[in-house]
């Protein structure tokens, strides 16, 4: 579900450690649009409007900001579950989700940090084929390597269903 190696091709690595989630409205507006928007353009425009703090990075309550500055609709749900991007990625949407980075990236969380919402990425897909259940296929800013498949270890991630706390879906067709 979805179109992985269509959205793979957005995918860059973010230039600082602190700009995943203007860098993943990035991928979704330059996917939605056709038009090749720069990590540093958006990050000028965020930090014009207070949306992004360097050092501190962009609130999840932000993410999906710079998607509505640029006449994207957008939609934010908290609390989402993982039918909220089958819907999604179905109707053709594009869409974010605020995660807990230990869970893609296999580390420990800081004492006292478990399950929150660190890290943002783009939902690109779910694959319905592996043996242990579906795997949700991420864009992710944070990773070190160029896409070159949907395996673990690259800038698209397969996970299980991510415990997250917020999905901001864009594009002409949501409805919740």
Known sequence: MGDPARSEGWWHQQARPDTCGIVTQEFVLDELTGVDHTEAELTEVAMRNGWYQPGGGTPMTDVGNLLQAYGM????????????????LCRGDAMTAGVDSSDIWHTDDPAGQENIADHAVEVIGIDYSTPDGPEVVLNDPGARTAPASTSPGQSSRRCGPPRTTTWVVAGDHFSW
């Open 73 to 88: 609709p957008v939609d934010r749900t908290y609390g989402a579950t993982f039918g909220d991007p089958e819907a999604a």
